[in-house]
């Protein structure tokens, strides 16, 4: 009975800590460093990085903020978005079972022609490829409303 009472209260703190927000937003014009933990990634680290990963290109004769605003209505309709401001967004995703939260951001580089993204998990030290495997995922739906 206390193990149980003791594995409930454990559980209910780790998932009330999953919903405190990290640091998100630009800084200086860039999506924030993933920390040192396997739990993120970011098209702004540095290429040779583990928490690399490309970031979306502008198709070809698509204006970069129609773009923008199409990859923006995909993240919208599987997650919440916390922040859409001109040429970025904030969303948080939950996981299925415990409800974790998930940081996804992205900004627009109109010039680069290229969209930046970064996906963390706001909670534990792996996240066993989950926030890769969720922004190629969003790079397939992207690229394939693009034609």
Request: with cysteine; proline share 5%.
């Amino acid at each position: 009975m206390i193990a149980s009472a003791v594995f409930a209260s454990c559980l209910l703190l780790v998932v009330a800590v999953s919903c405190v927000g990290p640091t998100v937003g630009l800084d200086g014009g860039r999506l924030g460093d993933c920390p040192s933990s396997p739990n993120c990634v970011c098209s702004e680290q540095d290429p040779d990085a583990a928490a690399y990963i490309a970031p979306f290109a502008v198709p070809e004769g698509v204006e970069p903020r129609a773009a923008f605003a199409r990859l923006a209505g995909i993240v919208e309709a599987e997650a919440t978005l916390e922040t859409r401001e001109d040429g970025y967004i904030h969303a948080v995703y939950k996981t299925r079972i415990l409800r974790f939260r998930d940081d996804f951001e992205a900004r627009l580089d109109s010039e680069g022609k290229l969209i930046h993204v970064r996906s963390a998990s706001r909670l534990g030290s792996s996240d066993f490829g989950v926030n890769r495997k969720r922004v190629e995922r969003l790079r397939l739906l992207f690229e394939s409303e693009a034609h």
